[in-house]
């Protein structure tokens, strides 16, 4: 909504207000006093409390040029509230740094395991690279199953 549209829908309030306010005025006078002065009671707090919700500003969405945005008035952030903006950001950035470093700790463990056992078995590493032996392994699997 745009300020003229919420200062008309603010007119057409208030009038209404005034004429109900008229009406319920008209007949107060037959009405015995303890009834009139929990009503002066009522008046009182209902006004109390449209002082308080004039104050206080509402979220606008306003739209211009196919986009929309989120207004809060002329209250703005205090520095806990940009604090708690800032938060999810900061914690998605932290575990994503904690997931790499967990993600490289485990490959580093793998590839340690793979030289691991390439050094400590009784084949010379080169033995790996020959063509010859990987025809030999895929026979040996042939005749063991």
Same mark, same amino acid.
């Given at each position: 909504?745009?300020?003229?549209?919420?200062?008309? @829908? #603010?007119?057409?309030?208030?009038? !209404? %207000?005034?004429?109900?306010?008229?009406?319920?005025?008209?007949? $107060?006078?037959? =009405? /015995?006093?303890?009834?009139?002065?929990?009503?002066?009671?009522?008046?009182?707090?209902?006004?109390?409390?449209?002082?308080?919700?004039?104050?206080?500003?509402?979220?606008?969405?306003?739209?211009? @040029? #196919?986009?929309?945005?989120?207004? !809060? %008035?002329?209250?703005?952030?205090?520095?806990?509230?940009?604090? $708690?903006?800032? =938060? /999810?950001?900061?914690?998605?950035?932290?575990?994503?740094?904690?997931?790499?470093?967990?993600?490289?700790?485990?490959?580093?463990?793998?590839?340690?395991?793979?030289?691991?056992?390439?050094?400590?078995?009784?084949?010379?590493?080169?033995?790996?690279?020959?063509?010859?032996?990987?025809?030999?392994?895929?026979?040996?699997?042939? =005749?063991?199953?």
């Amino acid at each position: 909504m745009t300020n003229s549209t919420q200062e008309q @829908a #603010g007119i057409f309030e208030d009038r !209404f %207000g005034r004429q109900v306010a008229a009406r319920l005025s008209e007949g $107060a006078a037959d =009405l /015995p006093h303890d009834i009139s002065e929990r009503l002066r009671a009522s008046r009182a707090q209902a006004l109390a409390h449209r002082k308080v919700a004039r104050t206080q500003t509402a979220a606008v969405v306003a739209s211009s @040029a #196919g986009t929309a945005t989120l207004a !809060f %008035g002329n209250e703005g952030l205090s520095w806990w509230g940009r604090i $708690a903006s800032a =938060l /999810p950001i900061v914690v998605l950035a932290i575990g994503m740094v904690a997931i790499n470093v967990v993600q490289d700790n485990s490959r580093t463990v793998e590839v340690a395991k793979v030289d691991t056992a390439l050094l400590t078995d009784d084949l010379p590493p080169a033995a790996y690279t020959d063509p010859g032996f990987l025809q030999y392994l895929h026979s040996s699997k042939d =005749l063991t199953q």
